[in-house]
């Protein structure tokens, strides 16, 4: 079974960093897409950052401030963020997606951001 599983999750105060990462049970060169999304409290789930098709793909407010990387050896997807603010505040779940040899797409259990003004 595929699993990805999301570790680097906390607390912090406004302005600080945080980096997570998301590590696969299988080579991630297997996905065409991996990425990050997370989901505040009352809101809907949303995009943060993704690799997909070649490139990378950010939310419009996360441009500067967050970096999505990979390390293929380790099978790993990180997300670097820095300058947090308290509305990063959210549940951060990796994604992944594959099509060959069939669909598949798998989530994490998520992993907790905490921001404090």
């Known amino acids: 079974q595929v699993q990805v599983v999301e570790s680097g999750g906390g607390q912090v105060q406004a302005g600080g960093s945080l980096k997570l990462s998301c590590a696969a049970s299988i080579s991630i060169s297997n996905f065409y897409a991996m990425g990050w999304y997370r989901q505040a409290p009352g809101k809907r789930r949303e995009l943060v950052a993704t690799f997909q098709g070649g490139g990378t793909k950010y939310a419009d407010s996360m441009k500067g401030r967050f970096t999505i990387s990979r390390d293929n050896a380790k099978n790993t997807v990180y997300l670097q963020m820095n300058s947090l603010k308290p509305e990063d505040t959210a549940v951060y779940y990796c994604?992944?997606?594959?099509?060959?040899?069939?669909?598949?797409?798998?989530w994490g259990q998520g992993t907790q951001v905490t921001v404090s003004s």
């Open positions: 994604n992944a997606k594959a099509d060959y040899p069939k669909y598949l797409e798998v």
